[in-house]
Every structure is written in C-alpha cells, then in structure tokens.
C-alpha cells in the first residue's frame, strides 16, 4: 500500500487493523496463517484500485478548497483597490492633504494592483503547468520572501531617506507595498490555475 | 453475483442504513452485509473505506478511534443528522425503484 501511495496514514491504519481481523478471522475457520494471509490480502483488493478511489476524495476535497480560495483572493482582488480608491477620493487620515496629482498616482497604483492581480488569473494560460502542490508552495514561499524584503529595504531604506509631505507619503507607500502585493497574488492566482486547469479536464 | 454497478450504487445507502443501528467499524460492516445478504452481496475490503471517508468529508457520519474488547485500535463510525436525512433519501428512492419493478414484474406474470 505504501508502495503504491495510499495518500494518508490514517486510511493505512485502518486497512492493517481490517487485514489483521480478516486474517483472525480466517485462520480461526481453519486455514493455515499463510493462506490466511494471501486470501485477505486479495479481499482488500488492488493497491492502485483502493488509490485511486482515495485519490477522488483527495480531488473532491482540493477542488472545494480551492473555490474558497478564489472567493477569497476575488474578494481580495475587489475589495482593497474599491477601500483605498474610497479613501483617497474621500481624502480620509492622512490622504486629506494630498494634491489632485498625488490622488491620481494613488489611483494609478489600484488600477496596477488590480492590472497585475487579474492579469495573473486572465493569463493563467501562459503559466507554466506544475503538478506538484510542493514545488508550487515553494515557488510562492519563495515569492513571498521575496516580497517581504522588498516592503522591509523599502520601508526602512529607501522612505526614511526622503522627506516626504504626508500626500507624497502617501503616494509611495501605496506604490512599495501594492505593487508587489499584486504582483504576488497574481503570480499564486495564475501558477494555482494553471496547474489545475489539465486535472480537471481529465477528471470530466 | 451481483453486478459491480449495483453493488457500488448500493454502497452508501447500506452503509447509512447499518449505521443508523449504531456506531459500527469497517470489518464488521462489511462482514453484517455479507451475512444479510446470504454472501451474495460481496464487496471488495479495500473499496469500503474511500465510501466511508467519502461520506465523513460530507458530512453524513463522523468518526472515532477507540479500543475493540481485544485491545485493538478501530475506527468507529456512526451516523450524523445529515446523514439520517440522505438515509432517508435513500430508501425512498429505493424503495420507488423496487415498487416500479415489483408492479412490472407483476404485470408480466399475473
């Protein structure tokens, strides 16, 4: 079973204690501990068969994560460039001092968030296809790294050298920190799509 | 031997339905359908337990590890509100099924 990769512990765990009763079982009606052994291990059926109905559940179960998962970065993809358009324009806290010029590069940055967070989705087919979820969780572990030292050289490097007005504050922190946020959703919502686009071709 | 179609199709609800006796295990399932059904009805081992996790992960049965009289570790199962309900489902769509067969087959030798 383990050879043929019975996905979790847990249903192996199960299927040796079912073998250990049915073997009992049969060596109690007579048969010698060997033949007990073969005949229950031929009732519990092919490696690969008990797999691949394992492996359904496994897809079932992915499929509905990853539905949430897209309702969440929509969300996300609406909802953040829609809160900071609305302070801006409002020019809520800080942004009330900005210039007509500043709130403009304020809403340039939403709409290259938002270019950049659909643009990964919308271009999913330009992605390369990879079916290990471990190699994908690398590459966005990676991404994410990657992110976080850009917004801490930002943050503590590059701002504090400039002595910005509140507005123009304003401006570049949008800049720094949305930019590559999308940029980063983009790449995870298109590499994620992507890698599921041939399974569930297959799966109909 | 009953065909592999019918015995798959038949799987959920017989589970459910031996379940809605009490928390069960798998060997033991397999063994009261195997009995109930003069040996006729003869799934393979290894095949009950995608159905049983399939059924846990919607949510119709849940499941416990606890200690056979023996000692053993076993996985115990028992039915959840849901889970009734599909029951329930179950039987009467059965339960249709056979009555539409039982009237033809009454028809045809009457």
Known sequence: MLAAGVPSPVPLDELEIHLRDE??????????????????????????QVQGEFQKIETARDTLKWKLQQLALVAGAGLFPLWVSCIVLFKVGGFSQTTPGERVSCLA??????????????????????????????????????????????????????????????????WGFATPAGA????????ETAARKPRAASTT | MIRKELVAASAEPLILSLL?????????????VKTRSGGKLNWTDGMLYPVLHRLEHRGLIKSRWGESETGRKRKYYSLKK??????????????????VLAGLKKEKYA
């Open chain 1, 23 to 48: 073997i009992e079982q049969r060596m109690r009606a007579g048969f010698s501990p060997q033949v007990a052994f073969e005949t229950a291990t031929q009732q519990i059926g092919r490696p690969h």
């Open chain 1, 109 to 174: 940055v939403m709409a290259v968030f938002s270019l950049l967070f659909w643009g990964g989705r919308l271009s999913h087919g330009l992605f390369p296809v990879i079916p290990s979820k471990r190699t994908r969780d690398a590459i966005l572990v990676a991404g994410f790294i990657l992110v976080a030292v850009w917004w801490m050289v930002f943050f503590n490097l590059i701002v504090p050298r400039y002595d910005f007005t509140a507005g123009q504050f304003g401006v570049a922190f949008l």
């Open chain 1, 184 to 191: 980063f959703a983009g790449l995870t919502w298109g590499i």
């Open chain 2, 20 to 32: 809605a006796s009490g928390e069960s295990y798998g060997y033991a399932i397999i063994q009261e």
């Open chain 2, 82 to 99: 849901d889970g009734k309900t599909a029951m329930h489902k179950h039987h009467e769509q059965w339960s249709l099924i056979h009555g």
